[in-house]
């Protein structure tokens, strides 16, 4: 004799079906936002990361024959309170490029002008984002101007920082 299932045998069985599917949903809801936030905090360092490279391949064009161009190292590199200059060059001819961080939007901006140019205290509506979300972005250079340290904290306590060796003053 074929024995059927009970209407109760039924309904539990569906009632069992359901809460393994609400475990199941809510697993992946919160593994696959983690999943994101782990994307977004490699997508930010990866991002940082290229802006430090920038900055060192600044500094790598940049070196001059400084007894030619009667420019003492101090002069090549600004760095203040989130903003950051460096004389180099591009395409030939000798620039200054400005970082600089906005702390009211949490943006690093970067333009170009040309060396001699004197630096506005506005930042321009064509300079270009290059980091965003951050909390602060400070250069430093010590008092020999020997090194200059550049350390970035990002969203949620990340953060992320390089110290550029760039030559004595003679």
């Given at each position: 004799m074929s024995r059927a299932m009970t209407l109760i045998e039924?309904?539990?069985?569906?009632?069992?079906?359901g809460?393994?599917?609400?475990?199941?949903?809510s697993w992946i809801t919160t593994s696959s936002g983690l999943a994101r936030e782990q994307s977004d905090r490699l997508r930010w360092e990866r991002s940082a990361n290229a802006l430090l490279q920038a900055i060192h391949d600044d500094l790598a064009t940049g070196e001059f024959n400084l007894a030619r161009d009667?420019?003492?190292p101090t002069r090549r590199l600004q760095a203040q309170s989130g903003e950051l200059a460096i004389r180099?060059?591009?395409?030939?001819?000798?620039?200054r490029r400005i970082y600089r961080f906005d702390a009211s939007t949490g943006e690093l901006r970067t333009w170009t002008v040309a060396a001699d140019t004197r630096v506005s205290p506005s930042t321009?509506?064509?300079a270009a984002i290059v980091l965003a979300g951050l909390r602060s972005f400070e250069a430093e250079l010590d008092d020999l101007y020997t090194t200059l340290d550049v350390q970035i904290a990002g969203p949620e306590n990340s953060g992320i920082s390089r110290t550029f060796r760039i030559g004595a003053v003679p």
């Open positions: 039924l309904l539990l069985a569906l009632a069992l079906l809460v393994l599917m609400g475990v199941g949903v009667n420019a003492p180099t060059r591009e395409r030939g001819e000798e620039i321009p509506s064509g």
